[in-house]
């Protein structure tokens, strides 16, 4: 019996672009579909200059074909084109997103658990103390935190149009956590999920900004794609934990970012070592220089290290992030002397 179009559009739903979890069907990677009594010809097209995604995208195309119909004969044909921007349910070019943002970086982590949108906060409130003008874009749609985080509770003013943004403690902020109720799970596939997240960038009415962070959701999926083909991103930040495991994930975000031509900054160490409160001595409880090796290895600079102290996890849980409720704190210092690095190199 002849294989169909439809039967081999779920058979390539099993190849995974490289670096995500989301298939290169839903991406709008496979342009034409041809088959013959004897031949299967797959057109695919990648938009962006990584010619090493191009060919294992072709290799997995070839493998999935010859596992599945193996009495056909194959063609993948691929194609590189320019400008990056994989398929969306709108028509938007990435300058026509926050066209009056100077930079925008991303906020980002292999997995989660490493403090990442702690991270995120304090630095985006620490660059407004620097004296910047910051915005704050929650986009961690399945777990939006920041609300919590800075002790936001009212909901933003929509005057017709546009939504205005909410600030606090000089950074504006916006999240999907304002819009709905803080007890409702969100349970969102990719185009939900995209189409949310461009409308937190463009119906809202963001205010002239010299920089804007986006505290991205923890892994590579989704959001991950859309912020970085929706934006003209200007880099991205790493957070990550001493330990192995979590070095493992980062690395991989790092790759992920890549990918997609999004500069990585570097990474953040984060939780990198605890002093005691009571004798001063210093213990590096997930172990110690796995992130500056890591670094290394990857060609990319290690921003800082923030200390691991009770008081940082107080401060999110009670809306006051660490460097306001203690600037003077060594672990205020540290977020400090992490964002105005962060500054300076994106501003290069």
């Known amino acids: 019996m002849a294989v169909t179009k439809e039967e081999l559009v779920e058979v390539l739903r099993k190849v995974s672009y490289p670096g995500y979890s989301r298939d290169i069907v839903s991406f709008g990677l496979v342009q034409k579909i041809d088959i013959t009594d004897q031949a299967i010809r797959i057109h695919i097209v990648v938009k962006g200059k990584?010619?090493?995604?191009?060919?294992?995208?072709?290799?997995?195309?070839?493998?999935?074909?010859?596992?599945?119909?193996?009495q056909y004969q194959?063609?993948?044909?691929?194609?590189?084109?320019?400008?990056?921007?994989?398929?969306?349910?709108t028509q938007e070019k990435p300058e026509q997103f926050l066209p009056n943002i100077k930079y925008k970086v991303a906020v980002a982590s292999g997995k989660g658990g490493v403090g990442k949108s702690t991270v995120a906060v304090n630095l985006a409130v620490a660059m407004a103390k620097l004296g910047y003008r910051v915005g704050l874009l929650d986009a961690d749609i399945y777990g939006p935190s920041i609300p919590l985080m800075l002790g936001v509770q009212e909901r933003p003013l929509y005057d017709g149009k546009k939504i205005h943004t909410i600030e606090k403690?000089?950074?504006?902020?916006?999240?999907?956590?304002?819009?709905?109720?803080?007890?409702?799970?969100?349970?969102?596939?990719?185009?939900?999920?995209?189409r949310a997240l461009q409308q937190l960038m463009n119906d809202v009415a963001w205010p002239d900004l010299d920089i804007i962070l986006f505290d991205m959701p923890p892994g590579t999926g989704d959001a991950q794609l859309t912020i970085s083909q929706s934006v003209s991103l200007d880099g991205a930040v790493i957070v990550s934990t001493p330990q192995d495991v979590a070095l493992i994930d980062a690395i991989k975000g790092v790759q992920m970012f890549?990918?997609?031509?999004?500069?990585?900054?570097?990474?953040?160490?984060?939780?990198?070592?605890?002093?005691c409160p009571h004798c001063g001595k210093r213990t590096d409880i997930f172990s110690h220089g796995g992130v500056a090796k890591a670094c290394q290895q990857y060609n990319t600079d290690l921003l800082g290290e923030i200390p691991l102290n009770p008081s940082i996890v107080e401060g999110g849980d009670h809306g006051v992030p660490v460097v306001v409720d203690k600037p003077d704190s060594p672990e205020s210092k540290a977020f400090l002397e992490v964002a105005k690095r962060i500054y300076e190199k994106v501003s290069k």
């Open 169 to 194: 403690y000089g950074v504006q902020l916006m999240s999907l956590g304002f819009l709905v109720d803080n007890s409702e799970a969100v349970i969102w596939r990719g185009a939900l999920v995209h």
């Open 74 to 89: 194959h063609e993948v044909v691929t194609e590189a084109q320019e400008p990056p921007k994989f398929s969306t349910t």
């Open 258 to 275: 890549r990918k997609v031509n999004v500069p990585v900054m570097g990474i953040i160490e984060n939780m990198s070592y605890f002093v």
């Open 50 to 70: 990584d010619g090493s995604v191009l060919q294992q995208i072709k290799q997995d195309v070839e493998k999935v074909l010859q596992e599945t119909y193996p």
